[in-house]
C-alpha cells in the first residue's frame, strides 16, 4: 500500500482517537471551576463534594488526553516530513506556543487540583482550578490556530517552494480562527456538560448520591441548553465562513454540484462523485443562499466549477457534515424538552428524560468528531488549503510496511486504553461523589 | 553579523535551555521509573509512595519535552523532519513507552486488582525513552547518512552502532542518578536506604561511562579533543560528578541533586559544543550536514518565538516553582 494513504489512516487514527478527550476537558473544566467558584463564595459542602468528583474524573480523561496528544506533535514529523518542511516556519510556532503559554499551564496546576487542595489555600486552590482551566482553552486555541490555518492560510509568501511568514498575527488569527474556535470550544462545553449530565442522571434514577446528583444535574443541563442553541450560532459563524473561503469544501458538504442561483439547504442525500449527481435528495428551498449570503436568490458555487482532482471524497465529507447537524438538531430538540422539564419542576421524576440523558453521553462527542471530519476530509486533496497537497506532504523515506506496523501497534494501543478509561471512568461513578469525597488523599 | 545568523544561535542554545530542563525535571521521574524494581522491591506501599513522590510533578516535567518538540519543529523544520522521519520506527518506540507512562501512575491508583501491572508499564514505559534518547542524541553527533535533500538514507541498525549505544547509556546513567538523588530527597527509611546503595553502583557506572564516552569521542569525533567549551564542561562535569558522590555521603540530598542536575547539564554543554553549529551531522561529507543556518525558519518566525520564549519561559519556570514548593517534604504514603 502507498505510504501517503497509510499516513493519512494514521493520523486519522491518532487525531480521532486523541479527540475523544480534549472536548470532555474543555467542559469538566468549566464544570470544575464553576463550582469551586460557589464552593469559594458559599462555602457549602455540597461543592466541594462535587469538585472532587469532577477532578478525578477530569484527571483520568487529561491523562489519556496527554498520552494521545503526544503522538500528533510528533506525527508531523514522522509521516509528514515534507509538510514540516514547507511549512514548519508557520506551523511549529504555535505547538511551540502551545507548549510555553498554555500546556505548561494546565499540567503544572492539574498537579495542585489533583492533589494539592490539603496543601494550598482555599483562593490558591481556586486559582489553580482558574488556571487549568485557561490552560486547557488556549491549549484549543492555538491548537485551532495552527489547523485554521491550514484550512484558510494567510500571513505568508511562498519562496523557494517553501511557505515563509510574513505577517504573524494574519497567520494566527487567519480567516477561521475566531469561528473555528468558538464553534470548537462550544462543542467541548456541550460535551462537557452532557457528560455529567447523563452521570447525574443515573444516580437519580438509582436514587443514590441524590444530593450531589440533583445540583449536578440542574448546573449541568443548564449549561447543555444553552451551549447547544449557542451552537448553532457558531455553526453559522463557520458555515458561512467556509462558503466564502473554502467554496469546495461547502459545495461537498452541500453535496451541490451544480452552482445555483438561491441554493437549497441540503437535509438528506447520497452523492455520487461518478455521477457527479445527489440522490434521493430533500432541501429546504434557498436557505443555503440566505444564510450564507442574507439573499434567497445569491449564487452559491457548485462542485462543477472546480476540476474534479480538486474535489474532496463528496460522499463522506457530505455525510459526516450531516450527522453533526443532525446531532445538533437533536440537542436542540433535547434541549427543549429539558426547558419544559424545568419549568414544571418535573426534571427529577422524568426517568425517561434521564434515561435519555445517560444514553446520549457520547453524542456530542460523536459530533465532534463528524465536524472534525467534515473539516479535515473537506479540505482534501490540500493539507495546506490551495498551497499544499496532502500527498506531497508525507515522508519520503518511511517504508509503507513500517507505517503498517505502527498502525496496527496504534490500534492495539488505543483499544486497550480505551478499555481500561472505560473500565476506571465506570469505577469512578459507581464509586460516586459522596464516597469520594470522605476518602481522604486521593 | 547579520540578524538572521543571531536569531539562529540563539535557537540553538534554547533549544538547549529546553533540553536541559526536560532532562533535570523529567529525568528524575524518568530514572524513578527505570529503577523502579529496584527501589520498590515489587512492594505495592513503596510503589505507591515512589509514584506518589513524582505524581503531581511530573505531567509538568514532560511539557519540557513537548515544548522542545515544538521549538524544534518552529525554528529548524528541516532538523525535525529529517531526525523524525528518518527515526521513524525508534521513535515509535520512545511514543509506545511515553503513551505508556502517561496512563501508569494514574491507573495504578485507580486500580483495586492487580496494581503490580502499571508499576511495571510505568517501568517499561521510562525505560524505553531513557535509552533511547541518548542514542538518538548519539546518532545526531556521531553523523548518519543524509542525501542532498537532507533525508536519512540509513536503516533502523544504522542508530545502533557503538557510539550512540554509549552515549545512550551514559544519558541512562545521568537519568538513573537524578532520580536515585531525587528519591533521597523525597523518601526516607527503606526506600531512601536502597536509594543510596544504588546510587553507589550506578555512580561508578555513570563515572565510568563518561570516560568510555570521551574516548570514543576521541576516536569518533573529530575535532573533540581540541574543543575548548568542551573541556570547560568537562571540567564542570567532574567537578560535579564528585561532589554527588560528597553530598550523598554527607547526606545532603538536596545537593546531591543539584549537582546531578548540573552534570547532566554540563553533558548537554558537551555535546553543544561538539555540535555546533551542526545540528544533525552528515555522515562521511560535511557539506551535506544540517546546521542551524541551513535548517531554520525565517527571520521573522525565529523572532517572534523569541519573543514568545522570553514572555512565556521566566513564568513558567516562576510557577513551576512556586508548585514545586508546595509539594516539597517527604512523600510518606
New interface residues.
Given amino acids: 500500500m502507498d505510504a501517503v494513504l497509510l499516513s493519512r489512516i494514521q493520523f486519522a487514527l491518532a487525531a480521532g482517537f486523541h479527540f475523544i478527550f480534549p472536548p470532555l476537558t474543555l467542559g469538566m473544566g468549566l464544570l470544575i471551576v464553576i463550582n469551586e467558584t460557589l464552593y469559594y463564595k458559599k462555602g457549602e459542602e455540597l461543592y466541594k463534594t462535587i469538585s472532587k468528583f469532577l477532578v478525578k474524573i477530569f484527571a483520568l480523561i487529561f491523562a489519556i488526553g496527554v498520552a494521545s496528544g503526544i503522538v500528533l506533535e510528533f506525527s508531523f514529523g514522522t509521516n509528514w516530513s515534507n509538510y514540516s518542511r514547507l511549512v514548519g516556519d508557520i506551523f511549529g510556532a504555535p505547538l511551540a506556543a502551545e507548549g510555553v503559554l498554555a500546556f505548561f499551564l494546565e499540567s503544572v496546576f492539574l498537579g495542585v487540583l489533583l492533589l494539592g487542595r490539603d496543601r494550598v489555600s482555599k483562593k490558591a486552590y481556586l486559582v489553580s482550578a482558574y488556571l487549568v482551566f485557561f490552560g486547557s482553552h488556549l491549549s484549543a486555541l492555538w491548537i485551532i490556530i495552527a489547523n485554521s490555518w491550514m484550512q484558510t492560510p494567510a500571513g505568508f509568501v511562498i519562496e523557494g517552494g517553501r511557505a515563509i511568514l510574513t505577517n504573524f498575527f494574519e497567520a494566527a488569527i487567519n480567516h477561521s480562527t475566531a469561528e473555528r474556535f468558538l464553534h470548537t470550544i462550544v462543542g467541548g462545553w456541550q460535551s462537557g456538560s452532557l457528560f455529567l449530565a447523563g452521570i447525574s442522571s443515573w444516580y437519580i434514577l438509582k436514587k443514590r448520591d441524590i444530593q450531589p446528583a440533583q445540583a449536578m444535574l440542574k448546573l449541568s443541563l443548564t449549561i447543555f441548553i444553552v451551549m447547544s442553541f449557542l451552537q448553532f450560532g457558531t455553526g453559522h459563524m463557520h458555515a458561512v465562513q467556509v462558503a466564502k473561503t473554502q467554496p469546495v469544501k461547502m459545495a461537498a458538504m452541500e453535496g451541490l454540484w451544480e452552482s445555483k442561483d438561491g441554493a437549497p439547504l441540503s437535509v438528506w442525500g447520497f452523492p455520487v462523485a461518478s455521477e457527479k449527481k445527489t440522490y434521493l435528495e430533500i432541501g429546504i428551498p434557498k436557505l443555503l443562499s440566505i444564510m450564507v449570503y442574507a439573499d434567497p436568490n445569491a449564487r452559491i458555487q457548485g462542485l462543477n466549477e472546480f476540476p474534479d482532482e480538486l474535489h474532496p471524497p463528496v460522499f463522506l465529507t457530505f455525510q459526516v457534515y450531516h450527522v453533526m447537524i443532525g446531532l445538533g438538531s437533536l440537542f436542540a430538540l433535547m434541549s427543549l424538552i429539558g426547558i419544559f422539564l424545568i419549568l414544571k419542576k418535573k426534571l427529577f421524576e422524568t426517568n425517561w428524560y434521564l434515561k435519555g440523558l445517560l444514553f446520549a453521553i457520547p453524542l456530542p462527542v460523536i459530533a465532534c468528531e463528524m465536524g472534525w471530519m467534515a473539516a479535515e476530509i473537506g479540505r482534501q486533496p490540500w493539507a495546506v488549503y490551495n498551497v499544499l497537497k496532502t500527498a506531497d506532504a508525507a515522508s519520503v523515506v518511511v517504508p509503507p510496511w513500517q507505517i503498517l506496523l505502527t498502525i496496527i501497534m496504534f490500534t492495539v494501543i488505543y483499544a486497550f486504553l480505551f478499555f481500561i478509561f472505560i473500565k476506571f471512568l465506570l469505577k469512578l461513578i459507581e464509586k460516586g461523589p459522596e464516597e469520594i469525597a470522605k476518602s481522604s488523599g486521593y | 553579523m547579520e540578524t538572521l545568523t543571531v536569531l539562529q544561535i540563539i535557537w540553538f542554545f534554547l533549544i538547549g535551555i529546553l533540553f536541559v530542563g526536560y532532562s533535570i525535571l523529567d529525568g528524575f521521574d524518568l530514572g524513578i521509573g527505570s529503577l523502579l524494581p529496584l527501589l520498590s522491591k515489587n512492594d505495592e506501599k513503596k510503589t505507591a509512595i515512589l509514584f506518589?513522590s513524582i505524581?503531581?510533578?511530573w505531567?509538568?516535567n514532560?511539557?519540557w519535552l513537548?515544548?522542545a518538540?515544538?521549538?524544534l519543529?518552529?525554528?529548524f523544520?528541516?532538523a525535525?523532519?529529517?531526525?523524525?522521519?528518518?527515526f521513524?520506527?525508534a521513535?515509535?518506540i520512545v511514543?509506545?513507552g511515553?503513551?505508556l507512562r502517561?496512563?501508569s501512575i494514574?491507573?495504578f491508583?485507580?486500580?483495586?486488582g492487580n496494581k503490580k501491572i502499571w508499576a511495571r508499564t510505568f517501568f517499561i514505559g521510562s525505560l524505553i525513552p531513557a535509552i533511547l534518547f541518548g542514542v538518538a542524541l548519539g546518532n545526531v553527533i556521531l553523523g548518519i547518512p543524509l542525501d542532498s535533500k537532507?533525508?536519512?538514507?540509513g536503516n533502523f541498525f544504522t542508530l545502533l552502532r557503538p557510539f550512540p549505544l554509549v552515549i545512550g547509556i551514559l544519558g541512562l546513567c545521568a537519568i538513573f542518578m537524578q532520580g536515585l538523588t531525587y528519591t533521597m530527597i523525597k523518601t526516607e527509611n527503606e526506600i531512601n536506604e536502597s536509594a543510596r546503595l544504588l546510587s553507589d553502583k550506578i555512580w561508578k557506572l555513570y563515572a565510568a561511562f563518561f570516560v568510555l564516552a570521551m574516548i570514543a569521542s576521541f576516536i569518533f569525533i573529530p575535532g573533540s579533543s581540541k574543543n575548548i567549551i568542551a573541556w570547560i564542561f568537562t571540567a564542570i562535569f567532574i567537578v560535579a560528578i564528585i561532589a554527588i558522590r560528597i553530598f550523598i555521603g554527607k547526606a545532603e540530598e538536596f545537593k546531591a541533586f543539584i549537582s546531578s542536575s548540573l552534570s547532566f547539564a554540563s553533558l548537554w554543554g558537551i555535546a553543544g559544543a561538539l555540535q555546533f553549529p551542526n545540528l544533525v551531522k552528515a555522515l562521511g561529507d560535511d557539506s551535506l550536514s544540517i546546521t542551524i543556518y541551513n535548517a531554520s525558519?525565517?527571520k521573522?518566525?525565529l523572532s517572534?518565538?523569541v519573543a514568545?520564549?522570553l514572555v512565556?519561559?521566566p513564568i513558567?519556570i516562576g510557577?513551576?516553582i512556586y508548585?514545586y514548593k508546595?509539594?516539597r517534604g517527604k512523600t510518606r504514603?
Wanted: glycine residues 10%; without cysteine.
Fill in positions: 506518589n505524581w503531581p510533578l505531567d509538568g514532560e511539557v513537548i515544548t518538540g515544538g521549538a519543529f518552529a525554528a523544520p528541516h525535525y523532519a529529517t531526525v523524525f522521519s528518518g521513524y520506527l521513535l515509535m511514543l509506545f511515553l503513551i502517561a496512563v494514574e491507573f491508583f485507580l486500580e483495586a537532507m533525508e536519512f538514507t525558519s525565517s521573522l518566525t517572534v518565538m514568545i520564549a512565556g519561559m513558567v510557577y513551576t508548585v508546595i509539594f504514603g
